[in-house]
């Protein structure tokens, strides 16, 4: 209210005199920072309010969730291209902030085993260098590309 009646003294003024009269000027430009500083304010907690909807909403037994994929692949193994989770020496206490990962996978026939690995990427280089296996696209969508090969020669974890 003060900012808008001293809007129209501040024209009258500039009208009469030719000048902007100081105090008035110093007065509107913090009025119009708290101004903007406030409505920032209120953008940041209303994006966060968003951003915690969506955290608790999208939560299966305490696990944020994404939706079901189904993959096949016609070689040994589906390998996803490369992720970068971070860097190995995690900060004390960041894991109780970011959480924990799970993931789930199951066979279309009971009777063959589901192994699931995360390795660094030399390491599934070198353990899927002759097998035959799929390449899954970034997206989750399907498969991207098949490599060549026959199956595992080892059993894994006893490489």
Same mark, same amino acid.
Not at 22 to 33: D, E, P, Q
Not at 94 to 113: E, F, H, I, Q
């Given at each position: ?9 501040? #024209? +009258? ?8 009269? @100081?105090?008035?000027?110093? #007065? ?8 903007? &500083? ?30 079901? @994929? ?31 990962? *799970? ?10 085993? +589901?192994?699931?690995?995360?390795? *660094? ?15 899954? @696209? ?19 974890? &006893?490489?």
């Amino acid at each position: 209210m003060a900012f808008a009646a001293l809007t129209v003294v501040d #024209f +009258v003024a500039i009208l009469f005199t030719g000048r902007y009269p @100081r105090a008035i000027f110093t #007065f509107n430009v913090g009025v119009l920072r708290w101004t903007w &500083r406030g409505l920032a304010s209120l953008g940041l907690i209303a994006v966060g309010g968003v951003g915690l909807a969506l955290d608790q909403t999208a939560r299966h037994d305490g696990y944020l969730t994404t939706s079901t @994929r189904t993959l096949q692949t016609s070689g040994y193994a589906l390998v996803s291209e490369k992720a970068d989770l971070g860097p190995a020496d995690v900060g004390a206490g960041l894991p109780d902030v970011l959480g924990t990962v *799970r993931v789930r996978a199951a066979s279309n026939d009971p009777a063959k085993p +589901v192994f699931i690995g995360i390795a *660094r990427t030399a390491d599934v280089t070198a353990y899927l260098d002759e097998v035959a296996y799929g390449v899954m @696209r970034p997206d989750g969508s399907g498969i991207s590309r098949d490599h060549a090969g026959g199956p595992l020669s080892t059993t894994p974890g &006893r490489g």
